[in-house]
């Protein structure tokens, strides 16, 4: 890997913010291109990440400060695909659900699918079916991710999801459920397409669901 992409690579890999950032300009300097940037140098590195999390090398705090390096760059590297016309993979709407207030969870998954080039629209927390229904209809996203902490809001994925049929959407979009208390027979039984038990997954799911 060319020295510049290095810098970027290592930089997200060791949740080195000022790194990446610059390492991003200066590679933009160098006639990098963007998408090529985002891909050798920053999707592979958070892949290096969640390869390093799911061995237990690294832990949530880790993988927090890596995915906290790679928006850094990206916010360096967003106007220039955007110039590029770089198309993401997929387009998210992520949210925890109605009456549950936790969001480190849903924040990671979130940084984690940017960081493998989803577009994600963060609907943050206590989500109401109708908020997610909107997320459908107006920002044409292919994805809906739903979080819970907590076994007394879990239910409320069940009826998000049959609030998305009800309005007549639920063959437009794939939906992926998770949090502490979700399993994955929950997740079968409520009717979801995927399931993940952490951050780093939910990347290997989103990608078969767009698949």
């Known amino acids: 890997m060319d020295a510049v992409l290095q810098q970027v690579y290592d930089g997200v890999l060791n949740g080195d913010q000022a ?123 292919n994805i809906i991710g739903m979080s819970a902490l907590l076994t007394t809001t879990m239910p409320n994925m069940k009826v998000t999801i049959e609030a998305i049929k009800a309005a007549g959407l639920r063959d437009q979009v794939k939906i992926m459920v998770g949090g502490a208390p979700v399993t994955e027979q929950y997740a079968r039984e409520i009717g979801a397409d995927g399931f993940s038990p952490d951050a780093s997954r939910a990347v290997t799911v989103a990608r078969s669901l767009v698949a």
């Open 19 to 141: 790194a990446v950032m610059a390492g991003v300009k200066k590679a933009l300097d160098a006639g990098f291109e963007p998408g090529l940037i985002l891909n050798e140098a920053m999707v592979s590195a958070m892949g290096e990440v969640g390869r390093l999390f799911e061995e237990g090398e690294y832990f949530v705090p880790e993988m927090l400060i890596s995915a906290r390096a790679m928006q850094g760059g990206l916010g360096v590297l967003r106007p220039q695909l955007v110039k590029a016309d770089y198309k993401p993979i997929g387009k998210v709407a992520i949210g925890t659900v109605k009456g549950d207030l936790h969001d480190i969870g849903k924040n990671l998954v979130s940084m984690m699918l940017e960081g493998a080039s989803f577009d994600v629209v963060d609907l943050g927390t206590d989500v109401t079916p109708e908020k997610f229904i909107d997320a459908i209809q107006n920002q044409k996203v």
